[in-house]
């Protein structure tokens, strides 16, 4: 039995990582920062589904929540860093360094402190798994190609969040072989995210979510793809 982690899964990609995940016979924690929204998730989501109150934002919360999962379990095969913001969309000259700071909070020191909470637990699995949910916003490539829509898009905090997010997963990976460790872009998927303006379902969005998830123990580490495949960084 695979036992996986989801940060923010009560709604959007998350949620629908961990119904598919599910369907494939994982057992799933939801990480929620509302307990109600969370058991309220977990009860939809029906058997094997798990609440885990967990605030990425918040140093303490992440810390309990692994010592509250370690109390339930004795490893942690895959962890899905999804929980993020948009934060500010105000223009580029009205954007301030607390505007980014906010954003940090949860799309880059959130991943930072989960994987560091949890990397216990995981080291415990035979075969441990990360899968970084980034975005092709944190692309370098794409944001600079006037080809791609990514490039349409004038933003700090978010943005560079997400590029933030690739360079620790490829560092990550450097640091532990023994796990593999990978960044996907959903694609641009009607969420709450973007008041459901994305083009895909939430079942495409999760597609590269899912095979990252399932990669097996001899699959590649450190890599960034979409459901379409690599993602050039
Ligand atoms: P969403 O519907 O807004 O869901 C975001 C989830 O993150 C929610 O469950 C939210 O919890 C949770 N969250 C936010 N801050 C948190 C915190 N401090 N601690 C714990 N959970 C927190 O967004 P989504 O579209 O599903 O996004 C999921 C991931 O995909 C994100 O990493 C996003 O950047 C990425 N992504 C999305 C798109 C897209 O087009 N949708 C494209 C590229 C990348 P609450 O329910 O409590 O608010």
């Not at 939801?30 to 969370?38: E, S, T, W």
Request: proline share 3%; net charge negative; charged share 20%.
């Amino acid at each position: 039995m695979t036992t996986t982690l989801i940060t923010g899964a009560t709604k959007g990609l998350g949620y629908e990582a961990a119904r598919r995940l599910l369907a494939l016979g994982h057992t799933v924690h939801l990480g929620v920062r509302d307990a109600a929204r969370g058991e309220q998730a977990a009860a939809a989501l029906g058997v094997g589904a798990h609440v885990l109150l967990l605030d990425v934002s918040d140093e303490e919360s992440v810390r309990a929540a692994a010592a509250r999962l370690a109390e339930q379990v004795d490893h942690l095969d895959v962890l899905v860093n999804n929980a993020a913001i948009v934060g500010t969309r105000s223009a580029v000259a009205d954007t301030t360094a607390d505007d980014l700071l906010e954003v940090y909070e949860t799309n880059v020191l959130g991943a930072v402190r989960t994987v560091h909470a949890f990397l216990p637990l995981l080291r415990a699995s035979e075969a441990p798994v990360i899968v970084n949910v980034g975005s092709g916003l944190g692309s370098l490539a794409r944001t600079t190609d006037p080809e791609r829509m990514e490039s349409q898009l004038h933003n700090l905090a978010y943005t560079s969040s997400k590029a933030a997010l690739t360079m620790l997963t490829v560092q990550y990976a450097k640091a532990f072989p023994e796990l593999r460790i990978n960044i996907v872009d959903p694609g641009y998927t009607a969420t709450d995210l973007n008041g459901h303006q994305g083009t895909q379902t939430v079942e495409e969005g999760t597609d590269a979510i899912v095979a990252m998830a399932c990669i097996s123990p001899d699959g590649p580490s450190g890599t960034f793809t979409d459901r379409s495949g690599p993602v050039a960084w």
